[in-house]
């Protein structure tokens, strides 16, 4: 029997990582598609990893960052029950099953990490080869051996977006840094590496460049202590090289701006409008996913009432995301969201010397910082392949940061018995029952449900 789980679990997590870049318009949208396939895998993954797990084991974590966990478990939370205490225009959808599908997703493979440490090594090698797989589709939809997905665009991958390809291929990158200090991979890995970079250039994301940019950037820091030997060279030298490395941030920068300028005229205009907005709901936000809402009739406004200069009229239309993560959480969730959404990556990293020391741990921290500032410029967090990614370094970063214990600790009060099981196989049928309930009623009992859901989930996964 347990093999058996153990086979649906690997299938499982085979499945999860290319179906959130085919784009089947199922639901009328590629999008949704890879959205609902992401929340239907990871809510199966928890009941085939959770359910036949015998509670009477005692696998203790020791030094859980708790702050991290009360951060991300709280964020997770506040968006879902936001409708329930503003009483605003916001109703649950498919935004508020993908916020808990990742928050449990995490944690599930926080506890696959810890117990079976094969399970990473499963999924770098599989996020690698699918990476490389879209790199191949990239460079035959470049030569015409391939259509593209967009025909607004001549390589833009399996996905409608180029942009969500490229910052998939973004976040693999960092995978192939863990077999560089090996010279028998080290060639395979280069040349692969090397694959992933032509794919993003040929994808002409800026937002893909500048992640792979920060990888390479972080890692060649941290991995040769770049900054020791910097501090103990010459004050002139130290001075020469800050001076050279603002100019380069410079020319980078302004040539990224430059590359596509109406477009990055289009977000700043975009920013302009929604910090507008965001004023005038700092606190609570307007909701989530009330941006399109909320942004276009400030948008209506504001050029009723303005005097619009020529790059605003020609960037004025419809617009359906603010193409920055922290404004979009600012703008949905508020100062409160934000805060919640920082205070969660700031307890994650706060303690980085306790896995930059391998090159699993110091590339996981690659990918979330990369991950963190490609949402600086794009909508990172909802693309769903890069959040999956995502979702897997930050796993492994609290996993790393955990160690095993024999007794049990302050929670031993948690029942042993099937109560969690049955909470979570009956997980995917709330979400059923909430996609079709229109009554307000209903949907605040089930989200009732899963306020006391995530609580239970935590104390026992954390504490057997």
């Not at 058996?4 to 949704?32: A, K």
């Not at 990369?370 to 909508?379: D, E, H, R, S, W």
Request: proline share 3%; glycine share 6%; with cysteine.
């Amino acid at each position: 029997m347990n093999k058996m789980f153990e086979t649906i679990r690997y299938l499982l997590l085979f499945l999860i990582v290319p179906f959130t870049l085919i784009e089947w318009r199922l639901f009328g949208s590629g999008n949704l598609f890879c959205s609902f396939s992401y929340i239907l895998i990871s809510c199966l993954l928890v009941l085939f990893v959770f359910i036949p797990i015998n509670t009477k084991t005692t696998n203790k974590i020791l030094r859980l960052n708790i702050l991290s966990i009360a951060f991300l478990v709280g964020l997770v939370i506040y968006l879902c029950s936001y409708s329930l205490y503003t009483f605003g225009l916001t109703t649950f959808n498919h935004l508020h099953y993908y916020w808990i599908a990742t928050g449990l997703l995490i944690y599930t493979l926080f506890y696959l990490f810890c117990n079976e440490p094969s399970v990473f090594s499963f999924l770098r090698k599989l996020i690698v080869t699918v990476a490389c797989c879209e790199g191949l589709i990239c460079i035959a939809q470049k030569i015409d051996l391939m259509p593209t997905t967009n025909s607004l665009f001549h390589v833009s991958g399996s996905c409608s977006n180029p942009n969500v390809t490229a910052m998939f291929l973004a976040l693999s990158a960092p995978l192939l840094f863990i077999g560089l200090d090996n010279r028998w991979k080290k060639l395979l890995h280069i040349f692969l590496l090397s694959l992933i970079v032509v794919s993003v250039i040929l994808l002409k994301s800026r937002t893909g460049l500048v992640g792979v940019i920060v990888c390479c950037a972080v890692f060649t820091t941290v991995k040769y202590s770049l900054y020791n030997k910097i501090i103990g060279l010459r004050p002139s030298y130290r001075i020469a090289i800050c001076v050279a490395s603002i100019s380069l941030l410079a020319v980078c920068g302004w040539t990224l701006l430059n590359f596509e300028k109406e477009s990055s005229y289009g977000r700043m205009f975009i920013w302009k409008i929604s910090a507008l907005s965001i004023a005038k709901k700092p606190i609570f936000g307007a909701g989530l996913s009330m941006f399109q809402h909320d942004y276009n009739l400030e948008q209506a406004a504001y050029i009723k009432s303005n005097n619009l200069s020529q790059h605003e009229i020609q960037n004025a239309a419809f617009v359906n995301m603010p193409y920055n993560d922290y404004l979009s959480i600012l703008f949905e969730g508020g100062v409160v969201g934000l805060l919640l959404y920082l205070g969660f990556i700031l307890a994650l990293l706060v303690r980085t010397k306790y896995f930059v020391t391998s090159n699993e741990g110091l590339s996981c921290m690659c990918g979330i910082l990369a991950f963190l500032t490609m949402g600086v410029v794009n909508f990172s967090l909802t693309a769903v392949p890069a959040l999956l990614v995502f979702s897997i370094y930050v796993a492994y970063i609290l996993a790393t940061q955990a160690k095993t214990r024999s007794k049990r600790g302050l929670f031993s009060f948690v029942p042993r018995i099937g109560y969690p099981k049955l909470l979570y196989s009956v997980l995917p049928a709330t979400i059923a029952l909430t996609q079709i309930a229109a009554n307000r009623t209903v949907i605040a009992v089930v989200v009732g449900f899963h306020l006391f859901l995530f609580p239970i989930c935590v104390l026992q996964i954390f504490f057997w």
